[in-house]
């Protein structure tokens, strides 16, 4: 018996090595399995573009991965960071508030297993309530009510209120939220109101405000500045504009939260590498599936979200990723990042700077036009040197039709005024952008990037504030400063032009004054009249 018992163990110990070495193959050769969230939902919908995307990326490949993204039904984020820490998945599609807010053991063990790769895009808190209550906005104690559906157990949209109202010690009195679609626990009389945290336009909010019977209310702005300022990282100010939604007239003020894409730590680098460069590519093409989706899952949108996001968490990249995204050209990696956008934004100011100071100093104008002249006169005989040539005569004066009305627009002061205009409305427009990016940029997302701060401040100067008020004292002081830039500008422009058309008014009519002057002069014989600048620089008889 003993000796059976020995060859028994010999031959585990010799089969075993070999064993786990063709588990590990068969786990390498398995596919991805990406934990998404409901069916045709937005989690599910992106984790299928990626999978496509990573198929048309292979496609044109010479060794194709024996391996495919096998997108995974969930109820969403919650369940999803089950389906990781188990091993059950190998990527997951979470919210931030969801995957910071995990404590204690489960904490621990997501820090040492998963790893992220990028934050896809941001996902809105809606609140539909009947109408005819007193009041557009609701507090965050509100939503502890159980008459309010806050999503089933496992999706993000619990997860996220749960969190909340857990981390501001709001409690439901020990009655639990109705489980269930929050729509549909609306519709029958379940609940008062429904929560939502998804991409905007959510499907079943445009549902339920079709009838008249609903709307979406505000977030108290108490809550919203306790939220974005303990949460910076995770949470921003959001405003959802109107028309939005139907029979949605005011704008509407809420939070918004991120979502990650997540992947195991022992996931191999070369299939991430893989899964993110055919990420990148769809993203940065022409013909993207992922903006098909959302608008917002640009490059440099992902970018932006991602370096927002990476400050306030303690996990670590994966490796795949940052390779993934060394492989993109300079330009792209540069055309999304915050720091060229600050280069690009520095230029600018600092051409519009001279151009400013050219048309304001005559000295600096002069010395621009004679250098002009002089470049034109070498350009002239250069031109008479290659006639021998029989250059067509097309190409040899092209560059002086060119030239010529730019001479003509250097030497007319007029136009220097425009210039003027025009270099100031884009230094005030500069400046305010900057300023209200770094006042703004972690709490408002109407300025989350240079660009969007761009466009947000032309509002200011044009419209006002609409849907993109600040959130923060400096940046209410600098769209103060920014409204009354743009009342200000409004006046001085409508002066400014003004003053041109009447100088070329003027102009016009002396010319055509002393035109008829001189006309009926030599018609009658009589001498032209003199001008008073003549008159004082001919000598008279006397002095003669």
Known sequence: MRTTWTCAVCVLAAVFPFATASAGLAAQAGDLRFAAGPENGTYSVIGEAIRDALRENAAGEEEAPDWTVDVLTTKGSLENIELLLDGRADLALVQADVFEGQTGPKRRQLVEDATYLFVLLEETLHIVHRTGIVGNTVSLRALADPRVARGNPGSGTRGTLDGLLTRFGYSSNGDEPADGDPAELLNDDVVDAACFVAAMPVAAVDEL??????????????????????????????????????HQDEVVRTVAVTAVLVARRDVPVDRVEALCSALLADVTGSESRLAAVNPALTYGDIEARTGSWTRTTDLVRHEGAIRAERQLSLWLRLRGSIPFQWIKLFATAVLVCCLLA???????????????????????????????????????????????????????????????????????????????????????????????????????????????????????????????????????????????????????????????????????????????????????????
């Open 209 to 246: 405000l079709g009838p008249t019977n609903y709307r979406l209310l505000s977030l108290e702005r108490a809550d919203i500045d306790a939220i974005t300022s303990e949460f910076s990282g995770i949470y921003r100010a959001k405003t959802i504009a109107p028309d939005t939604y139907p």
């Open 358 to 544: 050219t048309a304001w100093f005559r000295p600096l104008r002069v010395r621009l036009m004679v250098r002009w002249s002089t470049h034109m006169i070498r350009l002239r005989r250069l031109l008479a040197r290659a006639a021998p040539l029989r250059a067509p005569s097309a190409v040899l004066v092209m560059p002086l039709r060119i030239g010529s009305p730019l001479r003509g627009f250097l030497l007319n002061s007029e136009s220097w005024k425009l210039v003027r205009i025009v270099c100031v409305l884009l230094l005030v427009w500069l400046a305010g952008a900057a300023f209200m990016y770094v006042f703004e940029a972690d709490r408002n997302a109407s300025f989350y990037s240079l660009e969007e701060s761009l466009t947000s401040i032309l509002v200011y100067l044009f419209s006002g504030l609409e849907d993109r008020a600040p959130q923060t004292i400096e940046g209410w002081a600098v769209s103060v400063l920014m409204l009354g830039a743009g009342i200000g500008l409004a006046a001085w422009l409508t002066g400014q032009f003004t003053a041109i058309l009447i100088d070329v008014a003027s102009r016009g009519g002396k010319a055509k004054l002393m035109s008829s002057r001189t006309r009926f002069s030599s018609s009658a014989g009589i001498p032209a009249p003199k001008t008073f600048s003549t008159i004082c620089t001919t000598p008279s008889a006397a002095v003669r």
